[in-house]
Structure formats: structure tokens, C-alpha cells
């Protein structure tokens, strides 16, 4: 089993930046990749991006590529998501999601690719 813990979502404006962080715990030794998702009010959890654990390659979506920033500190199990020029509809409930059974580059979009997912973490963005 593993567990993720997210933190750092907050209120912010427009333009501003968070970072979030998710820490993994319990059998992080399987960890081939980890990723975040967000689902905005009414709408499906969508992709945001991944990191494969082994290596460090990054998938980003399209709506924050050159905006977020997805790092990893193997040491710790932890994964962080650096947002930067925040926009009002990248408000959501950010989920950070581990996948310890199988990984390829092109399922890391899909949240059947991850067995694992954190309780997610509201970020609010006003404009």
C-alpha cells in the first residue's frame, strides 16, 4: 500500500504562484510514476501532468505547459507542482496520483494509469 498526502493549495491571484507537494508513504519502492490532475466545479478530473520516477521524463497538458512545473526528490517520495502565472480557471481540487503497476508515456494522461491517488487539495484562484 501507499499512501499520498497533498499539500500547499491556497488562495491566490491571478498571476501569482503556488507550489504544491505530495509525499508518498509505504511502499514507495514500486513507484514508477506520479502525476497531478485537477477537477474544476461541474467538470471531469482532468490531466494536468507526470513525472516518470526513473529517469525524470515530464508530460505535461497542453493548458500549463510553460506555466507549471512537476519536480521530484526521489530521497523524500515527494512530488511537487510549481504554478506559476495562475489563471482563474485553473481553479480546481488538485489530486496527486502514484502508479506502482505499469507506466507508459502515452497512458500518463489517463487516471487509469495510477492505483494510487491522494485526498487532493483546493486551489483557488480569483481574478
Known amino acids: 500500500q501507499v499512501q499520498l498526502v497533498e499539500s500547499g493549495g491556497g488562495l491566490v491571484q491571478a498571476g501569482g504562484s503556488l507550489r504544491l507537494s505530495c509525499a508518498a508513504s509505504g511502499r514507495t519502492f514500486s513507484v514508477l510514476a506520479m502525476a497531478w490532475f485537477r477537477q474544476a466545479p461541474g467538470k471531469e478530473r482532468a490531466f494536468v501532468v507526470a513525472?516518470?520516477?526513473?529517469?525524470?521524463?515530464?508530460y505535461y497538458s497542453d493548458s500549463v505547459k510553460g506555466r507549471f512545473t512537476i519536480s521530484r526528490d526521489n530521497a523524500k517520495n515527494t512530488v511537487y507542482l510549481q504554478m506559476n502565472s495562475l489563471k482563474a480557471e485553473d481553479t480546481a481540487v488538485y489530486y496527486c496520483?502514484?502508479?506502482?503497476?505499469?507506466?507508459?508515456?502515452?497512458?500518463?494522461?489517463?487516471?487509469?494509469?495510477?492505483?494510487?491517488w491522494g485526498q487532493g487539495t483546493q486551489v483557488t484562484v480569483s481574478s
Open positions: 496520483a502514484l502508479s506502482s503497476s505499469s507506466f507508459s508515456s502515452s497512458l500518463a494522461h489517463l487516471s487509469t494509469t495510477y492505483n494510487y
Open positions: 513525472i516518470r520516477w526513473s529517469g525524470g521524463t515530464t
